[in-house]
């Protein structure tokens, strides 16, 4: 590692155990500096004891974590959670109850200077609600003071976990792109947990796949959804499913079509998002006939289910201008220039 | 509403729910009146004859030296038990609740137990092994210079035989407010740099306080109301001197005035809970799993060392004292007959009492909770008075009220029931209130819309889903009046004895042989109600399991 610059937070070889139970299996993980990363997994896969081993939550059984270069939890190496200078928000905020808005944030700053209260609140847009208790805060406001004062003491992570949880589906989306902006403005290194593919996939420069304590990929949002390493993470990520196929020279033959693909040789498993298939209209030549069979309608687009004759299932996703009654009979066909086979 | 236009059966199934459907069963708005003004009688007696004399006699009988002596040990005992039960209950709490302690659960248990005995069995327990002829201090005389008999007598003494058994009120609250407090508060503040101590004293202990505001005010009540230990450790405070003036004098004045400030008192420590409570934020957060527990390391066997010599003090000994008596006593060749008829008699009016309380406390609470009103909530509130009267102040006002306009229940045991529905009311209500408010509703209007009338539908849903709360109800009535002393031993009939006035009068002579086996009676019968209905849900969630966290 000598000559590389020190990742934000170096996780290696980390297990820990939640009771009798393994949470986190070997996990190795490094994140970078300055940007938002996110780990996202279904619930149980260890997510949040991996997050709460990095804040001082929990003790490892093996492994080392170092932040910002320095070591805190290694062999014979125990920093305790108040001092790794690392800024934890949890998912109702948990403001403390009994103090304003303002002693909230002052509280990890105790000694420091008053202006940085009236800072870190102004940076979350609620510098005039310092008097207030937390009682008095709606939901979202209440996260951004938790936010807030979690930066107050220039920590040098933040640790969120699953801080939009609790907010209703409206809100959410909302106060997620607020605390995302505050993050990046203030350019700290950020994990966030969650079980929301879509909100670890749309807040995050980087994803962290997790799943039965494993780290399965990280990479760019985009490389997670189209580039996915492993079935497991194709289905975790975005809807879509598996379908038999065989592969031969970059080549594969399946039901609803051949195609160009990353794989070896032989029988294969290909991986088909909805959006990977289109309806043909009238008039234009290939695919393959097949009956709609079911239909779920979201507005600005559908999903239709359609049976192919050999009797084979998948959903495509349509334009819901472009739609067909159902029950009609449609030629399906594949969209996309190269797929993922998986063996 | 009019009558409906027509009577065939549909159409009036369609419309009776409606023409009805505010009103409350003049029959059972009777009974709750009745009941409530019953509650009231005593206090509403004393108010009068203390201030129906006139201020100058009222002040005559209370602005006496003795009168603020009383007071002055009166708030020092208070004080005194409230301040060590909190220095008890507080880290007994967060070792049984937080800590990787061996055991917690069995630790929990043994911490609470003590709530079984009496203050009166506390009282003689301390008196039989460190009183003047006590077993410990005889040793302790053998071989030392030291003199410890003496002590237990007057603020001491009491001060531990109320302190060291009634902690356990603020221990099951707080245990419970421990446990639902959110790790992640404790969490958030170690992020922010604060360690072990700031977070408890910062953060945690100010989360704690309507535990404890609420766990202090129970202590408090009890203390000032507390007759069986202050009269058996001769510490004067009101209770005692309301009792003596009673006795010797049977000067009403000086016993009306009397407690009329023992009624102020615990009136202004209710009130100084709720002003206190009201000043704390609404609490939101519930803990959505359980807290990392703080490792003991090498406290763990300190702890294990307190937690064990304090389950000695107060479990141990009381029970040692009772069964090394009860088998002098049976040595001595007592007949163990003889603790049948009190045994009979506790049982008999503690059965009748919790039967009584709860079933009067039903009409209440529909009123108030399913037609509420402005007089259907106020009847509810006024209802428990008895929260605020001490035992022997009810039972005064009740024979000075009936010596003098209903003489035949002098001395029945009709009146000792009153006394017994009066002081445990409170209890009653809340059981059932829990109990009726965890009913939906809905039930009822299905049961109305499906043709039943109103006591019908009481009768054929509500108290069958209601039951299993009523039952705890009358289980805590039952336990509470079991254990009563001072308005048993004042308006028991002549030659009734309960197990606790046979206990109270042979420990106040110092016959400890004919006390031990009431007791173990008394407490072996106080056992497992106590367990069942106090003990094991302050330990379990309020979902009814056991604590266990969540997964993730």
């Given at each position: 590692m000598i000559g590389s610059p020190p990742k934000a937070i170096d996780v290696a070889g980390l297990v820990v155990y939640r009771g009798d139970s393994?949470?986190?299996?070997g996990v190795d993980l490094e994140i970078e500096p300055g940007i938002i990363t996110s780990i996202v997994g279904p619930?149980?896969?260890?997510k949040t004891s991996l997050l709460r081993a990095i804040a001082g939550f929990e003790r490892p059984a093996a492994g080392s974590i170092a932040i910002d270069g320095e070591s805190v939890v290694g062999p014979d190496r125990w920093v305790p959670p108040e001092r790794r200078r690392v800024g934890m928000v949890f998912q109702e905020g948990a403001?403390?109850?009994?103090?304003s808005v303002a002693e909230n944030v002052r509280y990890g700053i105790r000694?420091?200077?008053?202006?940085r209260v009236a800072e870190v609140l102004g940076l979350v847009g609620l510098?005039?609600?310092?008097?207030?208790?937390?009682?008095?805060?709606?939901g979202g406001q209440q996260q951004r003071v938790a936010v807030a004062r979690a930066l107050a003491p220039s920590p040098r992570v933040i640790l969120l976990d699953?801080?939009?949880?609790?907010?209703d589906a409206t809100l959410r989306e909302r106060v997620r792109e607020d605390v995302r902006q505050i993050l990046d403005r203030a350019g700290i290194t950020t994990v966030l947990v969650t079980h929301d593919q879509e909100e670890a996939l749309s807040v995050a420069r980087r994803v962290a796949v997790m799943d039965a304590g494993r780290i399965l990929q990280v990479d760019a949002p985009e490389d997670i959804y189209l580039?996915?390493?492993?079935a497991r993470v194709a289905e975790f990520i975005g809807d879509g499913q598996l379908v038999p196929c065989t592969v031969e020279g970059g080549t594969f033959v399946s039901a609803f079509g051949t195609g160009s693909c990353e794989g070896t040789d032989g029988d294969g498993r290909l991986f088909l998002r909805p959006e990977d298939l289109e309806q043909l209209s009238e008039g234009r030549d290939g695919g393959v006939p097949a009956t709609i069979v079911g239909r779920r309608f979201y507005g600005h687009d559908v999903l239709d289910r359609v049976r192919l004759d050999s009797g084979e299932e998948i959903e495509v996703r349509c334009l819901s201008s472009t739609v067909l009654p159902v029950e009609s009979v449609v030629r399906i066909a594949l969209r996309r220039r190269l797929y993922r086979v998986f063996s | 509403m009019s009558a409906p236009p027509i009577s065939v059966g549909s159409a009036r199934a369609l419309v009776w729910p409606l023409r009805d459907?505010?009103?409350?069963?003049p029959l059972l708005a009777g009974v709750a009146l009745a009941t409530a003004a019953t509650a009231n009688a005593p206090l509403a007696y004393i108010v009068i004859r203390a201030l129906g004399a006139g201020p100058e006699r009222l002040w005559a009988s209370i602005g006496t030296p003795l009168t603020v002596g009383l007071l002055a040990r009166t708030l020092a005992l208070v004080g005194g038990v409230v301040a060590l039960a909190v220095a008890i209950a507080l880290p007994l709490a967060w070792v049984v609740v937080?800590?990787?302690?061996?055991?917690r659960r069995a630790w929990a248990v043994l911490g609470a137990?003590?709530?079984?005995?009496p203050s009166y069995v506390a009282a003689l327990a301390l008196v039989a092994t460190?009183?003047?002829?006590g077993y410990v201090s005889l040793w302790i005389e053998a071989w030392t210079?030291?003199?410890?008999?003496?002590?237990?007598?007057?603020y001491t003494g009491a001060l531990l035989a109320l302190a060291l058994f009634t902690y356990p009120y603020i221990f099951l609250l707080l245990v419970a407010a421990l446990r639902d407090l959110d790790p992640a508060y404790e969490e958030s503040s170690r992020s922010l740099g604060a360690g072990r101590w700031r977070t408890f004293f910062g953060v945690v202990l100010p989360q704690l306080r309507p535990a404890l505001y609420g766990g202090s005010l129970l202590v408090a009540l009890y203390t000032v109301s507390d007759f069986g230990a202050v009269s058996i450790l001769r510490f004067n405070t009101f209770t005692l001197a309301i009792y003596n003036a009673y006795r010797a004098l049977f000067d009403r004045s000086v016993a009306a005035a009397l407690s009329l400030v023992l009624i102020v008192l615990a009136v202004g420590l209710i009130a100084g809970e709720g002003l206190l409570a009201r000043r704390l934020p609404p609490h939101r957060l519930r803990a959505s799993r359980m807290p990392s527990r703080a490792r003991l390391g090498a406290w763990k066997w300190p702890v294990i060392l307190f937690l064990g010599a304090l389950a000695v003090v107060n479990l141990v000994l009381p029970l040692g004292v009772l069964v090394f008596w009860g088998a002098r006593a049976v040595e001595l060749g007592?007949?163990?007959?003889?603790?049948w008829q009190p045994a009979v008699g506790s049982l008999g009016v503690a059965l009748v009492a919790a039967l009584v309380t709860v079933g009067l406390s039903i009409p209440i609470v529909i009123w108030a909770?399913?037609?509420?009103s402005r007089l259907s909530r106020a009847v509810e509130r006024i209802s428990r008075a008895g929260f605020a009267l001490p035992g022997i102040v009810i039972a005064l006002a009740l024979v000075f009220f009936v010596t003098r306009y209903?003489?035949?229940?002098?001395?029945?045991l009709a009146l000792l029931i009153v006394a017994y529905v009066i002081r445990f009311l409170p209890e009653a209500l809340a059981a059932t209130q829990a109990a009726v408010a965890s009913v939906s509703r809905r039930f009822e209007e299905a049961a109305r819309s499906l043709g039943q009338s109103q006591l019908g539908t009481l009768r054929t849903m509500t108290l069958p889903l209601v039951r299993p709360g009523l039952l705890a109800g009358a289980g805590l009535v039952f336990l509470t009046t079991m254990k009563e002393l001072p308005a048993t031993l004042v308006?028991?009939?002549?030659g009734f004895e309960t197990l606790a006035t046979r206990i109270w009068s042979s420990a106040a002579e110092g016959i400890y042989s004919q006390a031990a086996l009431p007791g173990l009676v008394l407490v072996a019968v106080a056992l497992p109600p106590t367990y069942l209905l106090v003990i094991r849900p302050a330990l379990e969630d309020r979902d009814g399991t056991t604590s266990r966290g969540g997964d993730r």
């Open positions: 393994l949470a986190v299996d619930s149980g896969c260890g403001l403390f109850p009994h103090l000694g420091g200077p008053e202006s510098a005039e609600l310092g008097h207030r208790m937390p009682h008095e805060l709606s699953e801080p939009f949880v609790n907010l580039r996915p390493e492993s | 459907r505010p009103r409350f069963s937080r800590t990787d302690l061996p055991a137990l003590p709530l079984v005995f460190l009183g003047p002829r210079p030291i003199r410890i008999g003496g002590l237990v007598y007057g007592h007949p163990l007959g003889s603790v909770v399913r037609h509420p209903l003489l035949p229940l002098y001395q029945t308006l028991r009939p002549t």
